[in-house]
């Protein structure tokens, strides 16, 4: 029976389920996946930076977690991205149309400027503010999984990302999930 295993990523805490890195390097203790999960033969369905938050899916199938990770199969992902700066719909449009980075144009992506959801959890620790430079939000949603692809995209159209959190692959979503919490679903 295939289990998937929702999991919201907390920030600075690694997808894998050992810090080899700081094991050979004696330093101190990075948070990874073993902090909050105990469910032997699970295993992530993709990654999501050290630095991002959110939707993260783990499974005990070895077919569906492909199915979930494989470009071929271009399951949407959808993000929640905080931006330094007032992000206008020009530069929306840019992102729509498919942005041109080092390692060639992405795929043209869903995007739309939001609200600062009401749902959202603080960060720990906080994302820098400047008191004279404002911040916007948009949702983003890409089939593509470049590395970093999401920070570049906003970067190439001028936006630097100051904080990002997935909250749906596919069908899959993060709901009402806080940082460290998940839930195990039956497919």
Do not use: H
């Amino acid at each position: 029976m295939s289990q998937v295993l929702i999991f919201n990523k907390p920030f600075n805490v690694l997808c894998q389920f050992s810090d080899e890195k700081n094991a050979e390097s004696k330093q101190g203790d990075r948070e990874t996946l073993a902090n909050y999960i105990d469910k032997p033969g699970f295993y992530a369905a993709g990654r999501l930076d050290r630095d991002s938050e959110g939707l993260l899916i783990l499974t005990n199938d070895g077919k569906l977690q492909n199915k979930i990770t494989s470009p071929a199969f271009k399951q949407p992902k959808t993000y929640l991205v905080q931006v330094e700066g007032a992000i206008s719909q020009a530069e929306i449009q840019k992102l729509k149309q498919g942005v041109t980075l080092k390692d060639g144009l992405t795929q043209p992506a869903k995007a739309r400027i939001m609200q600062t959801p009401k749902w959202l959890w603080d960060r720990n620790p906080p994302i820098r503010e400047r008191k004279n430079i404002p911040t916007s939000w948009l949702e983003l949603t890409i089939t593509e999984g470049k590395n970093r692809q999401v920070r570049r995209m906003t970067a190439a159209v001028g936006f630097p990302t100051l904080r990002l959190i997935r909250t749906q692959i596919g069908d899959w979503k993060i709901n009402q999930l806080q940082p460290g919490e998940s839930r195990l679903q039956t497919v």
